[in-house]
């Protein structure tokens, strides 16, 4: 049973479904909107509707979209040989972020990973594969997280991939720049070494 | 510059604005909604709306109330001539949920706090003396929170309202139920064993 009058208790359930916003947290996040001003609330709500009913995926890549095919996809200046497989569509922000990647991507919307029950259906693995058949693709390049699970996303694509013919690659494991040789936990200090290149 | 499309990008910005949220944890919330069913967003939406504009504050007790007065200022079984004073209206929901006490509240939306520029005419003190003038009330109990602002608050408050004839009185420090001596800080043990009564 809840102490709050009805508008604040569902609005602090609301507020309790959102990953990782535990009770207490719901109840911070409720008062403060009964603070804001009227016009902040209606913004808030608006871009709540507005995002789930304007945001469609990319029928190539995949990536959340305002249009059928997306910005990236629809840029002529992109390489469309190259393509780079990310797990969700903070990963494209995050690699745009760098300025350095000029091709394009294909996001999965998760990972392989049996002990959660998501196989390779349940992720946009078929999509990258049918894209491959479609177009005139000569790298493809994995970006799944180095985690167990990006790993085994990644080996699974790749031997699929490259009985295509299609060069498959894996971004590099390594120091993160700036990082601390010392505080390297020992599997990511002994890819390093594995990984070393002339210089 | 957002790497992300502008109904996201709108999104990450409206949940950063909430307290406590970072950036990141603002995109994870957003990709949440984008993967929520229609009406379930629509709900969301709703509740936020709702909360902002159906509630308001009791005219009384100054508590969140869907009317003027709220439902435990209407509440003729509740005793009137205690008033408990506290903090914030999650203050009231906690006292409630122990089911002891019968008598009427007082929310002050803050506390007197200098460091923060907030003095008495920032909560609603005003209200609860005019309260004092008004009604027949024996006893006040101070429960703001046992911190520096909270102590102050309660030491301004009582001096204004003794001046009234009105009886204050502050809830008790000590150890939690349930704690150990040995974790407890030396002021909490310190209090603990000042208040301690005859068994």
């Known amino acids: 049973m809840s102490y709050y009058i009805a508008p604040v208790a569902r609005l602090i359930?609301?507020?309790e479904r959102l990953p990782g916003?535990?009770?207490k947290n719901a109840q911070r996040l409720a008062f403060h909107?009964?603070?804001m001003e009227e016009s902040e609330a209606e913004a808030f709500a608006a871009a709540i509707i507005d995002a789930r009913k304007n945001v469609t995926y990319c029928r190539?890549?995949?990536n959340i979209s305002q249009n059928e095919v997306c910005k990236l996809c629809a840029?002529?200046?992109r390489d469309k040989k190259t393509i780079c497989v990310v797990e969700q569509p903070k990963d494209v922000a995050a690699i745009e972020r760098t300025h350095r990647y000029r091709g394009s991507y294909?996001?999965?919307h998760g990972v392989i990973s049996p002990i959660d029950n998501i196989g390779p259906n349940d992720i946009r693995a078929r999509e990258l594969l049918m894209r491959l058949g479609e177009e005139d693709v000569s790298e493809v390049i994995m970006a799944t997280n180095p985690t167990v699970e990006g790993d085994a996303t990644?080996?699974?694509l790749s031997r699929l991939i490259k009985q295509l013919g299609v060069k498959v690659t894996r971004?590099?494991?390594g120091i993160p720049v700036g990082g601390d040789l010392e505080y390297a936990d020992d599997i990511t200090l002994m890819r390093a070494l594995e990984g070393r290149r002339e210089i």
Chains 1, 2 share one sequence.
Request: hydrophobic share 50%.
């Open 154 to 156: 990644a080996m699974y």
């Open 21 to 23: 916003i535990g009770h």
């Open 60 to 62: 190539i890549c995949q």
């Open 106 to 108: 294909h996001v999965l």
């Open 75 to 77: 840029d002529s200046a």
């Open 13 to 15: 359930e609301q507020f």
């Open 171 to 173: 971004i590099a494991y």
């Open 33 to 35: 909107v009964l603070r």
